[in-house]
């Protein structure tokens, strides 16, 4: 017995300093998620597509550049000029005008400000009025106009920098899963960055120098960011700590209810205060160690989609074909490939207003009505848009049309908010692990993998270590839980160590 007390002393001393680091600045977690910084809307809104607008077609605007094929195309605009958003090779689309086939130079630059500057401060169209009528469609320099547009607002902050994000890096983490994206910081106290997706009109993060210094800190006590150097090694090295925690709280509950209890002093505090925070402490190390190791040994994050290849003739659209065949105003328009035709997939204008919503808060998204039109007779597709996402799966896990598939709209234990995209489709599989599928049919892209295996692991992380079993009382019940907890920890090794050295002594 005596040499199992001199093994707990002994490990004790060995994971008190990565505890209190861990226990430190879990206590800062809840605070970190309460001061996000201030954005005015992190969604944006459907635009009527109006074909006047579309003087020239998108295979003409092609072969004027000499361009025969592409990847995707899709309208978007910036204040009231139109332009094809055209991605003609991996890496940055070429900006073609709809007025007159010219190439919008440094297009995605200037539209990554664009967009950045409405979710940050609302609307930024300079007439107030986000409509195609507002100015005179037959503007000659709509190249220029929309340049100006970005570059000269008239109101709002000023833009300090624009980057291009390929990679994740010490700001702009794995974790929030969209890439490439750009960098958008703007020139103001705060020094406010919004990283925004061109390719899909999507708020991605935001990021100012308060919220920067917590997420260093924490970066650094937390998650080890110091390791980083190693690379997957650093995820070795925690879960060998993790897990020597683990195996410490075991033997000091053992202890506990081996030896004799002392009648009072600090020896007895510290004997009641570890039992007490024993069970938290075995649930955040063994949830912790096992994240750690599922991160040592899983796949790398990276973003996966299925490439599609167009000829430029293929990109011819008749509008008033398409109205009459989705009965509704079109607001997005896509071409997609399925099972060797192709298909105008589009989105669809709703009846009435919806009001955008912040998707990380509120956990849910719908999305529009997509409707799924033949290019060759503008039939309407059937259920098209789960058998595009059959389709998709099919193709990105290499696997025949899975036997079921289910819509997903809101965040679950399963899919949760560290996955980022809404709506996607589930696709589940039979066999080892049941795997499932969840892609996304606006972007083409794998949106998560999962099997039994990675469920269970993401559970346990998810409740054990941040405290969702008390979701019952909402987020303030659950950080009021986190931060007593780790407080807890804190006293717990505090107070042992003043043992120690009073023993050493």
Not at 59 to 66: I, K, N, Y
Not at 407 to 427: G, I, M, Q, S
Not at 456 to 467: C, D, N, P, R, T
Not at 470 to 498: E, N, Y
Request: aromatic share 12%.
């Amino acid at each position: 017995m005596k040499k199992i007390y001199k093994l707990h002393r002994s490990l004790s001393i060995i994971i008190a300093f990565p505890v209190l680091l861990w226990a430190s600045s879990g206590f800062m977690h809840p605070l970190m998620t309460n001061i996000r910084p201030a954005v005015a809307t992190q969604g944006w809104p459907l635009l009527p597509v109006d074909p006047l607008r579309l003087r020239v077609s998108l295979p003409e605007a092609l072969r004027r550049h000499r361009l025969d094929s592409f990847l995707s195309a899709r309208l978007i605009h910036i204040d009231t000029n139109w332009f094809y958003q055209v991605q003609v090779r991996a890496g940055e689309p070429v900006y073609l005008s709809c007025t007159n086939g010219n190439v919008l130079t440094a297009g995605d630059w200037l539209y990554a400000q664009y967009l950045a500057r409405y979710f940050l401060e609302g609307d930024v169209s300079r007439s107030g009025v986000r409509t195609a009528a507002a100015v005179d469609a037959s503007a000659p320099d709509c190249c220029g106009d929309a340049t100006e547009c970005v570059l000269n607002p008239g109101r709002g902050a000023k833009v300090a920098n624009v980057s291009s994000v390929k990679a994740y890096d010490k700001e702009y983490k794995s974790i929030n899963r969209l890439l490439p994206v750009y960098r958008v910081s703007f020139a103001r106290a705060d020094g406010i960055r919004i990283y925004v997706e061109t390719t899909q009109d999507r708020f991605s993060f935001a990021m100012d120098n308060r919220r920067a210094v917590f997420d260093e800190v924490f970066r650094l006590l937390h998650t080890w960011g110091w390791l980083d150097v190693m690379g997957r090694w650093k995820d070795v090295v925690i879960f060998l700590v993790a897990g020597l925690a683990f195996c410490t709280v075991l033997l000091g509950v053992f202890l506990f209810f081996w030896l004799r209890t002392p009648r009072a002093g600090v020896r007895r505090l510290h004997r009641y205060t570890a039992v007490v925070a024993a069970l938290f402490t075995l649930f955040w190390s063994f949830s912790g160690a096992w994240q750690a190791l599922s991160e040592a040994t899983g796949p790398e994050e990276k973003v996966v989609g299925v490439e599609q290849r167009f000829g430029a003739d293929e990109g011819v659209v008749d509008f008033s074909r398409l109205g009459s065949a989705v009965g509704g105003q079109v607001g997005d328009l896509r071409l997609v490939k399925m099972e060797g035709r192709n298909y105008w997939r589009v989105s669809l204008m709703p009846e009435r207003a919806v009001g955008v919503k912040d998707l990380m808060k509120d956990g849910k998204a719908s999305g529009p009505k997509v409707v799924y039109v033949g290019t060759a007779d503008y039939s309407v597709l059937p259920d098209g848009d789960r058998r595009y996402g059959a389709f998709l799966a099919g193709v990105l896990s290499g696997k025949p049309t899975p036997p079921d598939m289910k819509k997903v709209v809101a965040f679950n234990d399963e899919y949760n908010f560290t996955d980022k995209r809404l709506p996607v489709w589930r696709a589940s599989y039979p066999g080892a692990g049941h795997p499932r599928w969840y892609v996304e049919t606006c972007s083409g892209q794998l949106a998560a993998r999962m099997d039994d295996g990675a469920y269970a692991e993401g559970w346990s992380f998810s409740v054990f270590h941040k405290h969702h079993f008390m979701d019952w009382g909402g987020k303030t019940v659950r950080d009021a839980s986190t931060m007593f907890w780790a407080v807890i920890q804190v006293l717990m090794v505090g107070i042992g160590l003043i043992l120690y050295f009073r023993f050493r002594k």
